[in-house]
């Protein structure tokens, strides 16, 4: 009988991209952009324990985890963690302070905007590292993130579908983002973490990785968190991100990719 490879599989771009250790920037870089719609930002302060030092660790690490499962685990697995998360969501609202109104924290806009930040975040740094992709590879890349929208509870039909889509789609958002209070005292908190104690010489290396990442955000992004813009910063973040991805290619694979980034691999080659 065939294998159950989940939602993608041998072939799957996301499998060819999503193992690179470069990566981590992108899922870094993807909660400062997911920060910048006020509701989901709000959503997040006000339920999730993402905003308490002493546990942001293990929220973080159960995000980790749902991303690992979404993306290489069998279709019963991601059935699972999925469930979960819908049923967590479905039950938590948030309040909206200009207003008073309170809000659905599944409302589909607040989904699609943090979905769509993962996935920008992802290709964005891949393809500015120099992951091997066509445009093509980026178009595909998109619409089969599309499976992972419906994880969440998204109809797959209302997500974007290539790269040009959802650059529409960000023209069209920007008018209504901004980087609210909370936005900005979570950037800030970035660059001082309250780490476990087994961690912290960690810490000494925050504050550049930080402005590294920050660095990788649109410009736009960057000047709503009340940071330059330059054309400049572009340029340097994306240098840095080459020299990380050629470094990176030079650790041996056993090294250089988890254990389900290295099955993927592996199977990807017999096929």
Not at 94 to 107: A, K
Not at 165 to 189: K, Q, S, V
Request: overall charge positive; glycine content about 8%; proline content about 7%.
């Amino acid at each position: 009988m065939d294998e159950d490879y989940g939602l993608f599989g041998p072939g799957s771009v996301t499998w060819h991209v999503m193992g690179e250790p470069v990566l981590i920037v992108g899922g870094i870089r993807a909660l400062l952009l997911q920060a910048l719609h006020p509701r989901t930002m709000w959503g997040t302060a006000q339920n999730s324990e993402l905003m308490n030092p002493s546990a942001a660790w293990s929220r973080l690490a159960r995000t980790v985890e749902f991303v690992r499962v979404r993306t290489y685990g069998t279709t019963a697995e991601v059935d699972r963690i999925g469930r979960r998360v819908r049923n967590l969501h479905s039950r938590l609202t948030g309040v909206d302070p200009r207003t008073g109104s309170t809000f659905r924290i599944d409302e589909p806009e607040n989904l699609l905007w943090v979905h769509l930040g993962e996935v920008d975040s992802y290709l964005d740094i891949a393809r500015r590292a120099g992951v091997p992709l066509t445009a093509a590879d980026a178009d595909q890349f998109v619409d089969e993130q599309r499976r992972a929208a419906a994880v969440v509870g998204l109809d797959p039909a209302d997500v974007p579908a290539s790269v040009a889509e959802m650059r529409d789609y960000y023209a069209m958002m920007r008018g209504h983002i901004f980087a609210c209070d909370e936005a900005r005292a979570g950037l800030r908190r970035m660059f001082n973490p309250a780490v476990p104690r087994r961690m912290l010489p960690l810490k000494l290396a925050v504050p550049p990785l930080g402005t590294f990442v920050v660095s990788t955000l649109p410009r736009w992004a960057r000047r709503m968190y009340g940071l330059p813009g330059l054309p400049t910063s572009d340029l340097a973040a994306t240098l840095a991100l080459k020299g990380l991805y050629r470094t990176s290619q030079v650790v041996p694979e056993r090294y250089r990719y988890s254990p389900d980034a290295r099955r993927a691999r592996d199977l990807t080659r017999a096929r």
